[in-house]
């Protein structure tokens, strides 16, 4: 079946530092993966997507994420951190090749410190 | 902008009754999904659907049956409420043409069982 995990309940990095919130997935097919942010009393948004192509890919508020195959992972990354990307984290995946369910980690909170 | 309401922002229930929760989406979309999100559990997924009058089961549907009659309006019923179905309950809906689409979220409703 297909899973997706969050290794980190919670990181925390300095305000100007990069940052990096860890994902790893498990599919039999091809995945479709995804990050979705959640701040305080909101629903959850979406940040990006991979689907094919560039390994790298940009998305919302300056956020990219790293699509590795070989390492099964998909790692959500910001160059320089606000303290305004102080939230709930979630990766969440696609199995192409099964039925049609995503499925989503079970979250990562991310603190800025000023 | 793509809107997601959920008819109930918290919502408390006595053990037995049936509650239903309702969810609304304006975007014409094909596909919408009931999760419910616990702390260190994450979101997972109870139902969705991909057509009117169509549903799937997803990873925990015990407890739960839903209802897709309008392809606009997709609604979760607890024939039974239990103190385990205190939760955050969200909504979510896709455009089915691509399973690439990203989620659009409601704002969720926080379900208490007493």
């Known amino acids: 079946a297909q899973s997706v995990a969050q290794p980190e309940d919670q990181v925390n990095v300095a305000e100007g530092n990069p940052l990096t919130v860890k994902c790893t997935y498990s599919?039999?097919?091809?995945?479709?993966l995804f990050w979705y942010v959640q701040y305080p009393n909101r629903g959850l948004q979406f940040l990006l997507k991979?689907?094919?192509?560039?390994?790298l890919v940009k998305g919302s508020y300056g956020f990219e994420a790293e699509f590795n195959k070989s390492q099964t992972s998909f790692h959500l990354k910001k160059p320089s951190a606000l303290v305004s990307d102080s939230a709930l984290y979630f990766c969440?995946?696609?199995?192409?090749?099964?039925?049609?369910?995503?499925?989503f980690g079970k979250g990562t909170r991310l603190h800025i410190l000023p | 902008d793509v809107k997601v309401t959920q008819s109930s922002r918290y919502l408390v229930k006595r053990t037995g009754e049936k509650v239903f929760l309702e969810c609304v989406q304006d975007?014409?979309?094909?596909?919408m999904f009931w999760y419910r999100q616990d702390p260190g559990l994450g979101l997972r997924l109870i139902y969705f659907?991909?057509?009117?009058?169509?549903?799937e089961k997803g990873d925990i549907p015990e407890g739960y049956s839903v209802s897709r009659e309008k392809k606009e309006r997709f609604s979760l019923i607890l024939e039974s409420a239990s103190t385990n179905q205190t939760s955050m309950y969200l909504c979510?809906?896709?455009?089915?043409?691509?399973?690439?689409?990203?989620?659009?979220f409601g704002s969720g409703t926080q379900l208490s069982v007493l």
């Open positions: 975007m014409d979309h094909e596909n």
């Open positions: 659907s991909y057509d009117v009058k169509m549903k």
């Open positions: 969440a995946v696609r199995d192409t090749d099964r039925d049609d369910k995503i499925i």
């Open positions: 991979y689907i094919t192509g560039d390994n």
């Open positions: 599919v039999s097919g091809n995945p479709y």
């Open positions: 979510a809906s896709s455009w089915g043409g691509d399973r690439g689409e990203k989620l659009f």
